[in-house]
Structure formats: C-alpha cells, structure tokens
C-alpha cells in the first residue's frame, strides 16, 4: 500500500466520507450564519487599520533606502558596508511586506465587494470603484491587471475550486515539471526560484489569459495556450502595455532615476534594493497564497459541484487554514489563514473570519469534517513537494 493510499484511508476512518455527508443539512447550517451578518462602520476601521499598517511598511521601506543611499552616495558621508547593507536590506523586507499587504489585505476582499454594504463607504473601497481606470495608479499598482484578477479569482478560481477548471489548480499546472526527465534537486530548484517571480512570470500573464478566454468553457484547453511576453505579437503587445509596464516603469525606472543627481552608483543601488523588496515580495505571497489548496491531504473533484451544500463542502475539503490569532498575525499572513472561512463567504470583510472560526469549526465537528489548520512554513513544505510530483492530491471517486 503506497504513502498515499495509506493517507487516504486513514482520513476516510476518521471522518465522515464525502459522499455520506449531508449536503443539504450542512447547507442549512452555513446559511444560518449568513442571517447573523451585518457589515458596519467597525468593519470599515478595521480595514483602514489594515491599509495604515500597509502603507506604513512602504513608506518606511522606501525611506530607509532613500536614506542609506543619500548617505552613502552623497559628498558629506559614507556609510560603513555593514550598516549599507543592514538598513537597505531591511527596507526592502518592509517594501516586500507593503506590496503583500496592499494585495491580501486590502485589494482582496475590496475586490470581492466584501465592504459595499457599509452604509456611506466610499467610492474608492467598494469593488465598482477601487483601482478602476487611473485609480490603478493609486490604489493597487502591480504586475497583475486588478479587472483580469478580480475574474481570474474571484470567478474561476472560487466557483471552480479544486476541479479542471480551476486556473489555481496546482499539480494541474505542473504536470509539465512532473513528467520532466529531470533529477529531483533540479525540480525543488526550479519551485524554489520560480517562487521568487512567480507574480510576474505567472499571475500576470496567466489573468492574462483566463481573462481573454472568458468565453472559452475549457480549461484545458486555455492551458493548452502558451504565454506570449513577445513585443511583436498581438497578446504580448497587450501584456507589456497593459500589465507588465505601468507597474515596471514606476517601481524600476522612475523610482530609482530620482537618486540620478547622486550619480549612477546611486541610482543602481536603489534599483537593487527595490529589485530585493519585489523578491521578498514575492516569496511573502508566494508562502501565504500557494499552501491555501495544494497538499497531498487536500480534495480535488473531477465533475463541477451539483448543489450548494456540496459547494459548501468543496471549500472545506478543498482549502487548508494556517495559525490565527491576532490581527498582527493575521496580517503578517494577509488573512489568508481564515481561507476555510473565506471561500464559504468570499465576500465578507477580513474582520468576519476572525468572529466566525468558532461556529465553522463546530459545524465541521458536526458534520465529522476534517478542519486542516496548521503552521504556514509546514503547509508550504507540503505543497512544494506536490509541486515537484514527489505526492499527490486525494481525489473523490466519481465527484
């Protein structure tokens, strides 16, 4: 009996199967808790609260570099190579944890609707209005086109959770590193730089691409079509414009050339701390988005979900939490750990998770299901061995 056949069993032993599950009482039971939702004014503070503590990461950040790099490259002084080193890299960690934050903290939940019912909320916080048009430039300026992710996840991702059609759906997306002819180490090695570029080189061409392909019913074959980064055709031409350059320009251009009076040494160390603070950046939400659904204790389903009920045990069965605790905590991981919580009410603001854990986990109780909470940094073990084919996910027979 192999590894996975041994896990598989013993989930089954312990917890009600999918397939004696009562669907339609666990429906009654999620729904009740929607009749207890009311979005207000503290749920607006607690959001503002989330964006102060963003932008105060950034704003720091760009300020600790401005200063070692004024200070360093400047007549009056110089900096010792440690103290260089030690502020610039710490202000590239803060840019890192304001770029996470502006994405999972702020962005996510605006974009689906999550603060609209907020009696008064203004324009620029509700998901008509945020980061639409020019207000990209101000609101979330990122590789990523905000209208092509809202689709992508909002849509695709969240209504097809763990299925073919799921454009997330990890060890889908990778078959290709699967079946290479390689040695282990060199798969491990590829996940491991990929997860330093893996906004740029996979979520901004792929939204790219599931938002061109709204129409196409196959994800299959839309995963079929290659990226094209190419200038010369017409989808490259779109990705540059559209995605890749606004955001490039300003974070790798503009930014740095403002150190340009003092010199070229100048400029070049503030274009590596800001190339630093995009890596970090990039592990950060790399750590804290990819674990949500990929380990080899997580459900896939082969067919779409027939009724409510079932959508509501899809998102259980399909989505792992990591520790909460605190809002410090829960920023730190872009509130990404209530992610249980998040796909049976995506549209609910980041303070609501943290209220209704406690009656989620009692339903799961009740209904004997499995409520995966755990460590990030053991999750994001798991799902890069998953990623590399050393284990697969559990599958429902006929679902």
């Given at each position: 009996?192999?590894?996975f056949?041994?896990y598989?069993?013993?989930?089954?032993?312990?917890?009600?199967?999918?397939?004696?599950?009562?669907?339609?009482?666990?429906?009654?039971?999620?729904?009740?808790?929607?009749?207890?939702?009311?979005?207000?004014?503290?749920?607006?503070?607690?959001?503002l609260?989330?964006?102060?503590?963003?932008?105060?990461?950034?704003?720091?950040?760009?300020?600790?570099?401005?200063?070692?790099?004024?200070?360093?490259y400047?007549?009056?002084?110089?900096?010792?190579?440690?103290?260089?080193w030690l502020?610039?890299?710490?202000?590239?960690?803060?840019?890192?944890?304001?770029?996470?934050?502006?994405?999972?903290?702020?962005?996510?939940?605006?974009?689906?609707?999550?603060?609209?019912?907020?009696?008064?909320?203004?324009?620029?916080?509700?998901?008509?209005?945020?980061?639409?048009?020019?207000?990209?430039?101000?609101?979330?300026?990122?590789?990523?086109?905000?209208?092509?992710?809202?689709?992508?996840?909002?849509?695709?991702?969240?209504?097809?959770?763990?299925?073919?059609?799921?454009?997330?759906?990890?060890?889908?997306?990778?078959?290709?590193?699967?079946?290479?002819?390689?040695?282990m180490?060199?798969?491990?090695?590829?996940?491991?730089?990929?997860?330093?570029?893996?906004?740029l080189?996979?979520?901004?061409?792929?939204?790219?691409?599931?938002?061109?392909?709204?129409?196409?019913?196959?994800?299959n074959?839309?995963?079929?079509q290659?990226?094209?980064f190419?200038?010369?055709?017409?989808?490259?031409?779109e990705l540059?414009?559209?995605?890749?350059?606004?955001?490039?320009?300003?974070?790798?251009?503009f930014?740095?050339?403002?150190?340009?009076?003092?010199g070229?040494?100048?400029?070049?160390?503030?274009?590596g701390f800001l190339?630093?603070g995009?890596?970090?950046?990039?592990?950060?939400?790399?750590?804290?988005?990819v674990p949500?659904?990929?380990?080899?204790?997580?459900?896939?389903?082969?067919?779409?979900?027939k009724?409510?009920?079932?959508?509501?045990?899809?998102?259980?069965?399909?989505?792992?939490?990591?520790?909460?605790?605190?809002?410090?905590?829960?920023?730190?991981?872009?509130?990404?750990?209530?992610?249980?919580?998040?796909?049976?009410?995506?549209?609910?603001?980041?303070?609501?998770?943290?209220?209704?854990?406690?009656?989620v986990?009692?339903?799961?109780?009740?209904?004997?299901?499995?409520?995966?909470?755990?460590?990030v940094?053991?999750?994001?073990?798991?799902?890069?061995?998953?990623?590399?084919?050393?284990?697969?996910?559990?599958?429902?027979?006929?679902?």
């Amino acid at each position: 009996m192999s590894k996975f056949e041994t896990y598989e069993n013993i989930i089954n032993s312990r917890y009600t199967p999918y397939e004696e599950v009562d669907k339609e009482q666990l429906q009654k039971d999620i729904d009740a808790i929607k009749k207890t939702i009311e979005v207000g004014e503290e749920d607006y503070q607690h959001l503002l609260k989330l964006e102060r503590w963003g932008k105060t990461s950034t704003f720091l950040g760009f300020f600790l570099i401005a200063a070692v790099v004024i200070a360093n490259y400047s007549s009056v002084t110089a900096l010792s190579s440690a103290v260089f080193w030690l502020f610039g890299v710490l202000g590239a960690v803060l840019i890192g944890v304001g770029n996470v934050a502006r994405w999972a903290n702020v962005t996510h939940p605006i974009l689906h609707g999550a603060y609209d019912k907020v009696p008064n909320i203004p324009q620029k916080y509700t998901k008509a209005g945020f980061a639409k048009g020019w207000r990209r430039y101000i609101d979330w300026l990122d590789w990523i086109k905000p209208d092509a992710w809202a689709y992508e996840h909002n849509i695709m991702h969240h209504y097809h959770l763990g299925e073919l059609d799921d454009p997330d759906n990890v060890e889908k997306n990778l078959e290709w590193l699967h079946k290479a002819k390689i040695p282990m180490f060199m798969k491990y090695a590829i996940v491991y730089i990929f997860a330093g570029m893996w906004k740029l080189a996979y979520y901004a061409p792929n939204t790219q691409r599931i938002l061109e392909n709204k129409d196409n019913k196959s994800m299959n074959d839309i995963r079929n079509q290659r990226y094209s980064f190419s200038p010369f055709t017409k989808k490259g031409r779109e990705l540059w414009s559209e995605y890749l350059l606004p955001y490039g320009v300003f974070q790798f251009i503009f930014l740095p050339l403002l150190f340009l009076p003092l010199g070229w040494s100048a400029v070049g160390a503030a274009f590596g701390f800001l190339l630093l603070g995009e890596f970090f950046a990039n592990l950060h939400s790399f750590l804290v988005i990819v674990p949500n659904h990929s380990a080899e204790d997580i459900y896939q389903f082969s067919t779409p979900h027939k009724s409510q009920g079932e959508y509501y045990l899809r998102q259980i069965m399909g989505s792992v939490n990591y520790n909460t605790g605190t809002d410090l905590i829960d920023f730190a991981h872009g509130f990404l750990n209530y992610q249980i919580e998040h796909h049976l009410f995506p549209n609910m603001p980041h303070s609501f998770y943290q209220k209704m854990q406690p009656i989620v986990k009692d339903i799961c109780k009740k209904h004997n299901l499995e409520y995966r909470q755990e460590s990030v940094f053991k999750r994001i073990l798991m799902t890069v061995d998953l990623m590399v084919g050393k284990t697969k996910v559990l599958r429902v027979k006929g679902v």
